[in-house]
């Protein structure tokens, strides 16, 4: 275990936590498997690519937290002519090109708090070495045959397409020109499995959300093809073991990232035992077909389990014609992390958009969610609470018998409450939803002061005892809500938890610097204009 997840689990044990009682406990089954892609390094990383990995890594934590035994697995996809090209137009090998890179996305996830498991490069040896024996079992039992190729190739998304599949003549994709391809290549006999696809994709809920179903059911319906797996012109790739000149086309090859990374096709099997099939994959919309067709099809040809959800996420739109050259910079995550913190560009990525849906990412949206949710909302109310138990009971709030009022029973019951609520919003990997309810605590405990004015109680030695039990009510609020957070956020709910010093029913608080900064939106974006 790393020490940063160490760290995390201890505190959250300390403060009476999330994998003690307050989430749910599991369902009996310890292991947990989820991914993301693998991510081409041919351009720079930016926030879109934050997305997808900042919400697997938070439902990775939060299933870390009940529970389970979790591999949370992610990496690079880095064979292809794309890649080659990239480099050699940087005059760089490719293999330099590919360790910078690497590099740095492991950076990335490093300042974006990602705690993956397994970080998967496929140019590792032991993935070339175990997608050569699965290319050799498909082989050797019937699913690859050579034959030729003669159709359409769209060169940047390395992709093969049947003239019907062409829109305007087009690559349907990235509507760019294709060109004609005429060579020998290995194929795979995607075609046999096509009712059992069906079957897969319309009668079970192997694909999610829903609103993705009917386009995969469509293109089943349309007759699979048999798929051109190999290409002879492409030599940054994995070699086809018996026919050297042949490479292996990047979607076998990343694909069985996914099973290589559990040892699948080495020696030491064990993890692929434990937690193969993935519990969730997550992926974004674009390459659904990929793996809910292919992905499936390659491993019925294995006879091995399917992955039991894929999940195919919305696109974060990095503002169309609003992003300029020289606003680049601030969708980059680097600079986003720097300047307004690591809390900051998780909670947006995890709350502005609900999971299946696009949205759209503005500089301004991004500020006002962080000022709005965890400026006003959240920090405010830890700092008004802290501010007021310190000065009137030195720091130390215990349960005590004053009387409970109307008006502290609808916050009890909302604090009551939350778990489950966020519980359920995340078993149907609604993070958005989830946050939502985590906040609207934290604006009904603000409230709760606005109402009950401690301040005024304060004044007066007899309301001392009732000063107490506001103060106890929103201490519990805080509790909770920074627990529900913290996998979510990675900074400062395990702060505030920290500063809670809760432990036998008596909360003592200890310092507590202030939580987030308040941006100015407008000067801000005048800068970044
Ligand atoms: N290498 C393939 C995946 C192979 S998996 C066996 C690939 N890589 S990618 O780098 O292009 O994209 C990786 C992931 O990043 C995809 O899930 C993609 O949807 C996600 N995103 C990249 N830009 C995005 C947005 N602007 N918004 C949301 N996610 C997007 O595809």
Sequence with gaps: MSKSKENLQENLCESNSLCECEIAPNDGKNSYYITTPIYYPSGDWHIGHCYTTVNCDALARYKRCKGYQVIFGTGTDEHGQKVADVAASKGLST???????AENIKQLWKI????????IRTTDDYHCKAVQEIFLQLYNQGDI?????????????????????????CCP???????????????????????RLLDLISNTDFLAPQSRVNEMVNFIKEGLQDLAVTRSNVKWGIPVPWDEKHTLYVWVDALSNYITMLGYGSDDTTKFDKFWPADLQVVGKEIVRFHTIIWPGILMALKLPLPKKVYGHGWLLLGGDKMSKSKGN???????????SVDAVR????REVPFGADGAYTLEMFLNRYNTDLVNTYGNLVSRTFAMANQNFDGIISKDDGQCESIDSALVEQIENLPKLVDEFVDNLNLSKALESIINLCQSANKYIDETKPWLLAKQQQSKARLQVVLYNLLQAIKISSQQLS???TEKPIQVLKALGFGDGVYRLQTLDKLY???DVKSELSKAN
């Design 95 to 101: 293999q330099t090109h590919l360790d910078e890179r």
């Design 112 to 119: 974006l708090d990602i705690e993956y498991d397994m970080f």
């Design 145 to 169: 045959y050579k034959s030729n190729y003669e159709g359409k190739y769209c060169t940047p998304c390395e992709s093969f397409w049947t003239p019907a599949q062409l829109v305007d003549d």
């Design 173 to 195: 994709d990235c509507k760019r020109p294709v060109i004609d391809s005429c060579e020998e290549c290995y194929f795979f006999r995607l075609s046999r499995y096509q009712d």
């Design 330 to 340: 601030t969708a980059n995550p680097f600079d986003l992390v720097a300047k307004y």
């Design 347 to 350: 909670y947006y990525l995890l």
């Design 487 to 489: 996998p979510f956020l």
């Design 517 to 519: 900064d308040r941006v």
